[in-house]
């Protein structure tokens, strides 16, 4: 691990030397509709973190000058794959269509505005290196630094998130949060359809499905009010609602996930004979342990 990234890391103290940091590639994905005032302090400062990143950004029907911004940004190799939705569709639509061209080994969502610092992806991706989870959550509600702003707003991301775990038997504390942070191959297999934000409590409603071994970390959090841009609203809380129930009740749902014995990043550069073939029975072990005798995430 270098000394930029060890120093990128916020929070210290992770016994990070041995983690194949510069094997994996992660992909972000960030949604954007209408952000030309922070789109570009955004990807530049997604650009400065240091780790193999494949950046990509699906403009959901921009009208206010994003969509040229992102084509100039695009030529100049801040973005990787850019994608055009040509009607607004939802921040949920955006996603999977993000998702579906993600060709690296984990993916997190970033939005395209500045509520959410990138510099801390390698505290999100920690986890998943050290095998201990398929999925991280970045929780704004966990007693890292945060914007105080909208006590309703926070009344319901509680109340939502309470529901979600009912359903889910998940103990989460931010069920809405941006950044999701999960295992590519897991991710696609993922039965998603939500086009709007009911994207959060779909994913989560599919990972627990899933069996998936799921952490949760404290994250900063720079909320912004609706006169500095932000998007949902009470509609978008029913429509939670609505979503928590569809996605836990009806079908389709997920199916239980298998990780492969040696994660893609590992087995680069194994031979043929050995690709795909686990040398590491505990960690295996250990896992069917985990899902055998608790809920998904616990």
């Known amino acids: 691990m270098t000394d930029t990234l060890r120093h990128s890391v916020i929070y210290p103290g992770l016994r990070d030397e041995d983690l194949p940091w510069d094997k994996v590639t992660l992909s972000v994905v960030i949604p954007a509709y209408n952000e030309i005032h922070t789109a570009e302090s955004l990807l530049r400062r997604v650009r400065e973190v240091p780790l193999n990143l494949e ?10 000058g994003t ?13 990787d794959i850019l994608v055009f939705h040509e009607m607004n569709q939802g921040k949920g639509a955006a996603l999977q269509t993000g998702f579906k061209r993600a060709t ?17 992806f390698p505290l999100l991706l920690h986890p998943i290196l050290s095998k201990k989870a398929d999925a991280v959550y970045g929780s704004r509600f966990l007693g890292g630094p945060h914007r105080v ?21 998940l ?14 191959e897991l991710l696609q297999s993922l039965p998603l359809s939500a086009n ?5 409590p779909e994913l989560t409603a599919r990972l627990a499905q899933s069996h998936a071994i799921i952490y949760e970390l404290p994250i900063s959090y720079h909320g912004r009010s609706y006169s500095e841009g932000k998007k949902i609203n009470w509609k978008d809380g ?9 996605s836990n009740l009806l079908q389709p749902k ?18 043929p004979s050995a690709e795909g073939v686990s040398g590491d029975v505990d960690d295996q072990v250990e896992r069917e342990g985990a899902n055998e005798g608790s809920g998904p995430g616990e």
Request: aromatic fraction near 12%; proline fraction near 6%.
């Open 55 to 64: 950046v990509i950004v699906v403009d959901d029907g921009s009208t206010d």
């Open 67 to 79: 969509r040229d911004l992102l084509k100039k940004l695009e030529e100049e190799g801040l973005i």
């Open 104 to 120: 690296g080994d984990v993916t997190v969502v970033q939005d395209a505005d500045l509520e959410y610092d990138p510099f801390e």
């Open 149 to 169: 702003l909208l006590f309703w707003h926070s009344v319901g991301n509680t109340f939502l998130t309470l529901l979600s775990n009912m359903f889910t038997d």
């Open 171 to 184: 103990n989460l504390t931010d069920m809405e949060t941006c950044y999701k942070m999960v295992r590519t």
């Open 196 to 200: 709007r934000f009911g994207i959060e």
């Open 238 to 246: 029913f429509a939670a609602l609505w979503y928590i129930l569809r």
């Open 254 to 271: 997920a199916k239980p996930w298998t990780p492969p014995a040696v994660p893609a990043w590992e087995s680069r550069g194994l031979p």
